[in-house]
């Protein structure tokens, strides 16, 4: 029982019904109660119209065949007269003048009344209702002329207005539960559907196809399952992607550093060849170390807990030092490293993030030129925001690539990865240093003929 009343659609029929049935409700007995009062009055104004009527021809001509002309006009409806002198003596009336119209006549005859009234008017549980109608003689009081009508009417009417509504409530019924089929077709089973879809993905089956349900709240909630699953099957093929790419760049540093310390500890190795085997090893752990240390700024990243702390501070004793440190490495492979910065002004950053990026942009610069290049690093200041320029003159990016260089562990050159050094990190860990700034930065590359960098912070 629990288990079918945890049913969204069941749900949604309770609720639903429930709240029609008391809106009908309500809305159905005010509408009853007003067509039955409102043809209740009627009733009562065609019985005191129909006395006033009668009265004022008796007015007109006061003689006993008049009033045997009125009780045999009322002779064959469901009306009855009783026309009295003034001491409520009966003077004449209609045929089955019973002890119920005697009771009534004489339940008012002691208040004398002087107007037309309805001296009767409890249909529900008297057999008719009635209206008093005084008349005068040369000026005077004479009597009065008591119009009886039987309730059968009203009380046939009620029965058939209570008929035709209780028939009403049904047909709302019966078409309240063809709403509800509607209803669980075209809103329950959609939302079934994107049930069985996210448990398939809580289970990591990510194929998951969920037909298209226009541009409502269901649609985009469809779409939202449907982007979802197709960015956690993306995020699985990175993931295996990144592992694997991961994998690959550590078990070639460690192959060499395993090798190569192998050939190192060879007893019969002389001093020369052994400082070669040695070196390799040291480069190989240089590399090592660089790798791991980009996959945790990586993972830092990833699990927003890296900080960007801006300040103001001058950018030319910023950018000069950067170059300081950076050019002995560029000498080294014989690459010429230029500084074009403006000389006053000031940078909104975190010095520690731009560092970083900085250096990833000329460590990127300095991997991928050859020597007798040249390499520049340019800052300038423009509408307010600082712009950084590294231009080199290296084996440059295929323009197919220039989308995706920030994605981690891409290389432009994957067959020539040995020979360059790159492990594919550095561009994404700038990315994300970039726009964590809340900057920007784009690439411009020619095959072969190098690359611009233009960060814009």
């Known amino acids: 029982m629990c288990v079918f009343m945890n049913k969204i659609s069941i749900k949604m029929a309770i609720y639903f019904i429930v709240t029609f049935l008391i809106m009908e409700s309500l809305l159905m007995l005010y509408l009853h109660q007003t067509i039955v009062h409102t043809r209740i009055d009627e009733e009562f104004s065609q019985l005191v119209s129909k006395g006033s009527n009668h009265r004022d021809i008796l007015e007109d001509n006061y003689t006993e065949d008049t009033m045997r002309h009125i009780v045999l006009m009322e002779s064959d409806s469901m009306r009855r007269v009783v026309i009295t002198d003034k001491e409520f003596n009966m003077m004449i009336s209609s045929d089955g003048y019973s002890s119920n119209l005697k009771a009534v006549v004489n339940r008012i005859s002691s208040q004398k009344p002087n107007k037309d009234q309805v001296i009767q008017s409890n249909w529900e549980d008297e057999d008719f209702i009635a209206s008093l109608h005084p008349y005068q003689v040369n000026g005077e009081q004479a009597g009065y002329l008591i119009l009886f009508q039987s309730t059968e009417t009203i009380q046939s009417l009620v029965n058939k207005l209570d008929f035709h509504f209780l028939l009403a409530g049904f047909a709302s019924l019966v078409s309240l539960f063809v709403v509800y089929l509607i209803l669980s077709r075209f809103l329950t089973r959609p939302l079934i559907r994107m049930k069985e879809a996210t448990e398939k993905l809580s289970k990591g089956n990510f194929n998951v196809k969920l037909p298209p349900q226009g541009n409502d709240e269901l649609g985009d909630l469809s779409n939202s399952i449907q982007k979802l699953a197709s960015d956690l099957e993306r995020v699985k093929k990175d993931r295996i992607e990144f592992l694997a790419s991961i994998s690959h760049e550590l078990r070639t540093p460690l192959t060499y550093l395993s090798g190569y310390s192998k050939v190192a500890m060879r007893a019969e190795l002389n001093g020369d060849d052994r400082q070669k085997y040695l070196s390799i090893i040291d480069e190989e752990s240089i590399r090592l170390t660089e790798l791991v240390k980009n996959l945790f700024d990586l993972a830092k990243m990833d699990e927003t807990s890296f900080t960007v702390s801006k300040q103001s501070f001058q950018g030319m004793p910023f950018f000069s030092h950067l170059y300081e440190r950076m050019l002995p490495s560029f000498n080294l492979k014989n ?21 970083q990026i900085v250096v990833n942009l000329l460590d990127n ?6 020597e007798g290049t040249t390499t520049s690093l340019e800052v300038t200041r423009i509408n307010n925001k600082t712009v950084i320029q590294v231009i080199d003159q290296g084996i440059g990016i295929h323009e197919e690539n220039h989308e995706i260089i920030f994605e981690k562990l891409f290389r432009v050159e994957k067959s020539r990865s040995r020979e360059y050094g790159g492990s594919g990190i550095g561009l994404s860990i700038v990315k994300e240093l970039v726009e964590a700034h809340g900057g920007s930065i784009e690439v411009e590359s020619t095959l072969g003929k190098g690359s611009k960098f233009t960060v814009v912070i």
């Open 365 to 370: 610069a300095l991997k991928y030129s050859n």
């Open 335 to 355: 690459i010429h490293l230029e500084l074009n910065c403006a000389k006053s002004f000031e940078v909104f950053a975190d010095p520690l993030r731009l560092e």
